[in-house]
């Protein structure tokens, strides 16, 4: 089993920035594929952006250019750096880890961005 544990969520003006982390436990296994899903109230889960083990980036359109994603694999941690924040990226986020033993999520932190 993998426990991953989110940090770093809270309320900022429009125009702000948080940086959320991520760190990995358990069988996290080497050669994992790490990333951030966001879920506002009403809607479905969508991806934010992922991070393979050798560093390969994807981004949704709606956060390219505003926002980084980042690992520490030494430390099984990954990050994501939030610049210029938008009312619209209020959301749960969620981080994810797909290795060989499975797909695994953590319980999300709160991202409220006020207008």
């Known amino acids: 089993q993998v426990q991953l544990v989110e940090s770093g969520g809270g309320l900022v003006q429009a125009g702000g920035s948080l940086r959320l982390s991520c760190a990995a436990s358990?069988?996290?296994?080497?050669?994992?594929?790490m990333g951030w899903y966001r879920q506002a109230p009403g809607k479905q889960r969508d991806l934010v952006a992922t991070?393979?083990?050798?560093?390969?980036?994807n981004y949704a359109d709606s956060v390219k250019g505003r926002f980084t994603i980042s690992r520490d694999n030494a430390k099984h941690t990954i990050y994501l750096q939030m610049n210029t924040l938008k009312p619209e990226d209020t959301a749960v986020y969620y981080c994810?880890?797909?290795?060989?033993?499975?797909?695994?999520w953590g319980k999300g932190t709160l991202v409220t961005v006020s207008s």
């Open positions: 994810n880890l797909v290795n060989t033993g499975g797909k695994y």
């Open positions: 358990g069988s996290v296994f080497s050669l994992n594929n």
């Open positions: 991070i393979t083990w050798g560093g390969t980036t």
